[in-house]
C-alpha cells in the first residue's frame, strides 16, 4: 500500500514537473521545483481555511471566524448577511437555539490559485439535528456547495467572501423520519475555549 501510494505521488509531481516545463521554457529545474511547491502549499493551506471554518463553526468558536475570514469579508451568506458581523450574528443565534447538533464535511474541494488571490468550490455534507419536540428529534441532510474566494494576507490564506457565480449547482436537501433525542449540545462545554483544529 505504501509503495503504491508512493508511485501515485511521485507521477503526480512528475505531471506537476512535466507541465511546468512545458509552461516555463527556460527555467531551471530548481525554479520549476520550486513554483510547483508553491502552489501545493498554496492549495494545502486553502484547503486548512476551508477546515478551520468547518471547525469553528461546528465547535461555536465564533471568534475563531475572525481568522478564517478577511475583516472586511462580505456576502458571506448572501446578500442578507454581507459582513463578517452579520454572519457571527447570524450563526450565534440560529445554530445553538435551533439545533442539537451539526457537522460540516467539506469534499472534493476545487481550488485555482491566482498569486495571492483563489477561488475555492467545495461541495459539503451538513447533517443537522433539530431540537427535540416531544421526545422525538429530526435530522436533516443539507448538501450544499460553497463556492469561496479567497486573498493571501501578511502570508496567512483566509476567506475574502462568496464568489458571485451565475447559474451555480442546486444543493439536495432530505429529511430523516423523528427518532428519540439522544445526546443533546455543543461537542465541548465551553466552545469559547476550543480551538479550530481539535
Given at each position: 500500500?505504501?509503495?503504491?501510494?508512493?508511485?501515485?505521488?511521485?507521477?503526480?509531481?512528475?505531471?506537476i514537473?512535466?507541465?511546468?516545463?512545458?509552461?516555463?521554457?527556460?527555467?531551471?529545474?530548481?525554479?520549476?521545483?520550486?513554483?510547483?511547491?508553491?502552489?501545493?502549499?498554496?492549495?494545502?493551506?486553502?484547503?486548512?481555511?476551508?477546515?478551520?471554518?468547518?471547525?469553528?463553526?461546528?465547535?461555536?468558536?465564533?471568534?475563531?471566524?475572525?481568522?478564517?475570514?478577511?475583516?472586511?469579508?462580505?456576502?458571506?451568506?448572501?446578500?442578507?448577511?454581507?459582513?463578517l458581523?452579520?454572519?457571527?450574528?447570524?450563526?450565534?443565534?440560529?445554530?445553538?437555539?435551533?439545533?442539537?447538533?451539526?457537522?460540516h464535511?467539506m469534499?472534493?474541494?476545487?481550488?485555482?490559485?491566482?498569486?495571492?488571490?483563489?477561488?475555492?468550490?467545495?461541495?459539503?455534507?451538513?447533517?443537522?439535528?433539530r431540537l427535540?419536540?416531544?421526545?422525538?428529534?429530526?435530522?436533516?441532510?443539507?448538501?450544499?456547495?460553497?463556492?469561496?474566494?479567497?486573498?493571501?494576507?501578511?502570508?496567512?490564506?483566509?476567506?475574502?467572501?462568496?464568489?458571485?457565480?451565475?447559474?451555480g449547482?442546486?444543493?439536495?436537501?432530505?429529511?430523516?423520519?423523528?427518532?428519540?433525542?439522544?445526546?443533546?449540545?455543543?461537542?465541548?462545554?465551553?466552545?469559547?475555549?476550543?480551538?479550530?483544529?481539535?
Open positions: 500500500m505504501i509503495e503504491i501510494a508512493g508511485a501515485t505521488a511521485a507521477a503526480t509531481l512528475l505531471s514537473f512535466d507541465d511546468r516545463l512545458a509552461r516555463t521554457a527556460g527555467a531551471s529545474a530548481e525554479a520549476i521545483v520550486r513554483m510547483s511547491l508553491r502552489e501545493m502549499s498554496d492549495r494545502l493551506e486553502i484547503q486548512q481555511n476551508l477546515w478551520d471554518y468547518c471547525n469553528a463553526v461546528d465547535l461555536q468558536n465564533w471568534d475563531a471566524l475572525d481568522e478564517v475570514f478577511t475583516p472586511d469579508a462580505s456576502n458571506i451568506y448572501g446578500p442578507s448577511m454581507p459582513t458581523a452579520d454572519a457571527k450574528a447570524f450563526l450565534k443565534a440560529s445554530l445553538p437555539t435551533n439545533f442539537s447538533g451539526y457537522y464535511m469534499q472534493n474541494m476545487w481550488i485555482a490559485v491566482d498569486g495571492d488571490r483563489a477561488e475555492s468550490y467545495t461541495r459539503c455534507l451538513n447533517p443537522m439535528t427535540p419536540k416531544d421526545g422525538q428529534v429530526q435530522t436533516d441532510f443539507h448538501l450544499i456547495w460553497y463556492h469561496w474566494t479567497h486573498v493571501r494576507i501578511d502570508g496567512k490564506w483566509r476567506i475574502s467572501g462568496r464568489a458571485q457565480a451565475q447559474n449547482p442546486k444543493g439536495i436537501h432530505w429529511s430523516a423520519p423523528p427518532a428519540p433525542a439522544g445526546r443533546h449540545g455543543p461537542p465541548y462545554a465551553n466552545p469559547a475555549a476550543a480551538s479550530t483544529r481539535p
